[in-house]
């Protein structure tokens, strides 16, 4: 039997207020165990990809986009009561210090939006995994851990406006405050690493809108790879050259600045096979949110373990001129 594609999943936060429960989780987790997947991490996909290992059995890969804290206290323990493998993507300005958390001492867990809006806008990064949290998940549980950008940055990439209650964390973001209530133009959010997009700045009252160019663009997706890069490095006392695509998205500008940063290996949202000899740098995966029921999730397993040679489709960015 040769098992012709792995399939990778990707999660984010594991928490009610997202709606995708621990329970939710779990019953995920027993259902890749029932159906005979292994576990693997990216390192090892990556190597598989590469033909550096071969691919002889079932394999499946798990992955967290975020570094969300839910991950840490919720998904961890379904994942070690399982004998499982599985690999957090995090952003590294949003790693802070102190202690390791458990269910008992963790921040009320708030959704991703209200998360991303405390760490980027308040500054307050408690609702993320932890420096100690992020050393523990390699070093005494196994699991891979490795950069989604510093930043997570976004950008405005619709013209269309947002009506306020519609309005994502990038909304204050993107004016550098909480503008509840300010009836400020808000458009949707998005990459701001894979598409120009708008920037507001405000000046005497007016907002002023700004776009940049490819040069640009590349300099700034360099200095957020490097720097996730570097810091994880540093955290982890391990070579970081795989990296996760924040929204998925990418182009020809941040795929260049992503490799000049010294990253060889990339994981997307393209569907499509992961298998020996595929492109290290577009390593597909699917998506999970809460729709995605348990019936789904077994059709999907059995469909892309023995999938023909089909072609990676690539997510389409549609780019705006600067
Ligand atoms: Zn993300």
Same mark, same amino acid.
């Given at each position: $039997?040769?098992?012709?594609?792995?399939?990778?999943?990707?999660?984010?936060?594991? *928490?009610?207020?997202?709606?995708?429960?621990?329970?939710?989780?779990?019953?995920?987790?027993?259902?890749?165990? !029932?159906?005979?997947?292994?576990?693997?991490?990216?390192? #090892?996909?990556?190597?598989?990809?590469?033909?550096?290992?071969?691919?002889?059995?079932?394999?499946?890969?798990?992955?967290?986009?975020? +570094?969300?804290?839910?991950?840490?206290?919720? /998904?961890?323990?379904?994942?070690?009561?399982?004998?499982?493998?599985?690999?957090?993507?995090?952003?590294?300005?949003?790693?802070?210090?102190?202690?390791?958390?458990?269910? *008992?001492?963790?921040?009320?867990?708030?959704?991703?939006?209200?998360?991303?809006?405390?760490?980027?806008?308040?500054?307050?990064?408690?609702?993320? $995994?932890?420096?100690?949290?992020?050393?523990?998940?390699?070093?005494?549980?196994?699991?891979?851990?490795?950069?989604? *950008?510093?930043? @997570?940055?976004? *950008?405005?990439?619709?013209?269309?406006?947002?009506?306020?209650?519609?309005?994502?964390?990038?909304?204050?973001?993107?004016?550098?405050?909480?503008?509840?209530? =300010?009836?400020?133009?808000?458009? &949707? +959010?998005?990459?701001?690493?894979?598409?120009?997009?708008?920037?507001? @700045?405000? #000046?005497? +009252? &007016?907002? @002023?809108? @700004?776009?940049?160019?490819?040069?640009?663009?590349?300099?700034?997706?360099?200095?957020?790879?490097?720097?996730?890069?570097?810091?994880? #490095? &540093?955290?982890?006392?391990? #070579?970081?050259?795989?990296?996760?695509?924040?929204? +998925?998205?990418?182009?020809?500008?941040? =795929?260049?600045?992503?490799? !000049?940063?010294?990253?060889? /290996?990339?994981?997307?949202? =393209?569907?499509?096979?992961?298998?020996?000899?595929?492109?290290? $740098?577009?390593?597909?995966?699917?998506?999970?949110?809460?729709?995605?029921?348990?019936?789904?999730?077994?059709?999907?397993?059995?469909?892309?373990?023995?999938?023909?040679?089909?072609?990676?489709?690539?997510?389409?960015? &549609?780019?705006?001129?600067?």
């Amino acid at each position: $039997m040769s098992w012709r594609s792995i399939p990778i999943l990707c999660y984010h936060n594991t *928490s009610a207020p997202d709606g995708h429960t621990p329970e939710q989780l779990a019953q995920h987790l027993d259902c890749i165990r !029932d159906m005979g997947f292994k576990t693997l991490g990216v390192r #090892e996909i990556v190597e598989i990809v590469t033909k550096k290992r071969p691919l002889d059995f079932p394999a499946v890969g798990i992955t967290f986009d975020d +570094g969300h804290v839910s991950n840490w206290v919720y /998904a961890l323990p379904l994942l070690k009561e399982r004998g499982m493998r599985a690999s957090f993507f995090v952003c590294t300005d949003f790693i802070g210090s102190g202690p390791v958390r458990s269910q *008992s001492f963790a921040p009320k867990i708030l959704g991703a939006g209200a998360s991303f809006l405390q760490a980027t806008v308040n500054n307050n990064p408690e609702q993320f $995994m932890n420096q100690s949290e992020v050393k523990s998940l390699v070093h005494d549980h196994g699991m891979d851990v490795l950069p989604h *950008s510093a930043g @997570h940055e976004c *950008s405005f990439i619709r013209e269309k406006p947002v009506a306020a209650k519609k309005e994502n964390w990038c909304c204050h973001r993107l004016y550098g405050r909480d503008i509840s209530g =300010e009836n400020m133009p808000c458009f &949707k +959010g998005g990459s701001a690493y894979a598409r120009p997009g708008w920037f507001p @700045h405000q #000046e005497n +009252g &007016k907002i @002023h809108w @700004h776009a940049r160019d490819r040069q640009k663009r590349y300099n700034f997706c360099l200095a957020d790879f490097k720097r996730c890069k570097d810091a994880l #490095e &540093k955290i982890l006392n391990k #070579e970081m050259d795989i990296f996760c695509w924040p929204w +998925g998205e990418f182009d020809s500008v941040s =795929e260049r600045a992503l490799g !000049d940063a010294g990253f060889q /290996a990339a994981f997307t949202l =393209e569907r499509g096979r992961v298998a020996p000899g595929g492109n290290p $740098m577009r390593i597909g995966r699917i998506g999970v949110s809460p729709r995605k029921s348990l019936g789904w999730l077994k059709k999907y397993l059995s469909l892309l373990r023995f999938a023909p040679l089909a072609a990676t489709t690539r997510k389409k960015v &549609k780019l705006t001129a600067c």
